[in-house]
């Protein structure tokens, strides 16, 4: 009968490049001769490398191609002369302590395919400043990198499923980037000893997007224990509205929050110890619930001393497309007993003119009631480009003394804006309507559906 795994040291010829002061080593492996795979075992004479480890992703053995798909338990523990490791595509687990104590160790390059990293297999690695943990990784073990003292940068992919507990026990990151979303990393099982790596974090970006202001996006069912626990970086924190259960810890001793916005008109359930989830949060801390939902609120906030008020259940925000062309300034928020919101797009300078709303919509300001979650977006655009000078036959349109003269347009409504899109004049023309301007300088003229920009000059 065939033995499974089969305990071996050989002198691999191996198929991909390694250090030349590698490329005669004496490996031990763990093999499978059915699946033609390997697995580097532990051998005292790891102990004398140095430099490079760049551990190989296939070998010939009997003229049969195996490949390397993992690390075996403590196969590289003490190698403190090793300064940079480089692992193949082909690994997929790392298990338990392969390089614990690896203390000269500076730089890792994890393979693509890699599922998994055992117990303490990176402790005490503390050369260590940066990690790129790939895209396909899922479980990342106890104690993992615990003691990685150096460890200041981490990026983090989204398919990531759990951490162990102290899985970064004493990282104390600049910063921390996840690949993934939101709604993923609620998902993500930390443990609530150090398991998280956002705890004690700087700053914390997801994707390219620096979170101070955390929204929990409506399609969030719960929250996992621990998630947001001994996060400095964030400063007020949205709980969508179909979230109806939060973990322990999940916000704990997060020292600069704020602000704590629900949008469910059910609170949602606390998991086990209910009194763990705010603690360590200051009771001024801003609360914000659904209109007419302060009872059913405080009643599940109660040990927080929360000082509980009604906002809005919707989301509401309003941007410009294009930062360098102009901004927008709010300039009044809706809350329970007027839901209207009013915004006003301004441009940058006089380069610059206010085209209109993401959805064609031209007044500005701009008042809304909302009723949904609402976004307005402002488009710019250079002012040669926004419109052609006056040329038309149906209509005429000129300035003299500071007066705008139109005629032609009987009946038609005539609005004039400024380059801001502040609308100084509406109304309908009576054969020739003749309109004061304020200044001198760029106006729009708009009769019917029909504009045009008018350089107006001086009184």
Sequence with gaps: MKRNFFLLVLTMLLSMGLNSRLSAQNWKVYLDFDKHTAEIAFDSSYLQMSGT?????????????????????????????????VLPNSVTNINKDAFKNCTGLKTVRFGQSLKGIGWSAFKGCSGISSLTLPDSLRTVGWETFSGC???KELSIGGQLYGCG???????????????????????VIFSTDEGSPLAHTKEFYIG????????????????????????????????GRAVSKIGM???ENDSN?????????????????GETVFS??????????????????????????FQIKEALPYLYAAVSSDTVKGKVGVRSVPDCDNPQFTVEAIPTGSRYVFKCWHDNDTNNPRT?????????????????????????SDWKCSVQDGFLHVSGADGEQISISDVTGRVLYRGFVHEEETISLPSSGVFFVKVGNRMVRKVVSAH
């Design 368 to 392: 809304v009631d909302v009723v949904s979650d609402t976004v307005l977006v402002a488009h710019f655009i250079a002012v040669d480009d926004a419109v052609p000078e006056y040329a038309s």
């Design 53 to 85: 480890l760049e551990i190989p992703g296939q070998f010939y053995y009997n003229n049969e191609l195996y490949t390397v798909v993992g690390v075996g338990m403590g196969a590289f523990e003490n190698c403190s002369r090793i300064t940079s490791l």
């Design 257 to 273: 929050l704020r602000s704590i916005r629900f949008l469910g008109e059910t609170p949602p359930s606390f998991d086990a110890w």
């Design 249 to 251: 810890f999940c916000f």
């Design 208 to 239: 390219d997007t620096l979170v101070q202001d955390l929204v929990i996006p409506n399609t969030v069912q719960s929250i996992n224990d621990g998630t947001f626990a001994n996060c400095p970086f964030l400063t007020s924190v949205t709980i």
């Design 149 to 151: 003292s150096g460890l």
């Design 165 to 187: 507990t102290y899985a970064f026990y004493g990282c104390h990151f600049d910063k921390v980037v996840y690949r993934g979303t939101v709604a993923q990393l609620c998902g």
């Design 280 to 305: 360590g949060i200051s009771s001024g801390t801003n609360v914000l619930v659904p209109c007419g939902c302060t009872d059913a609120y405080d009643s599940v906030l109660s040990n927080f001393h």
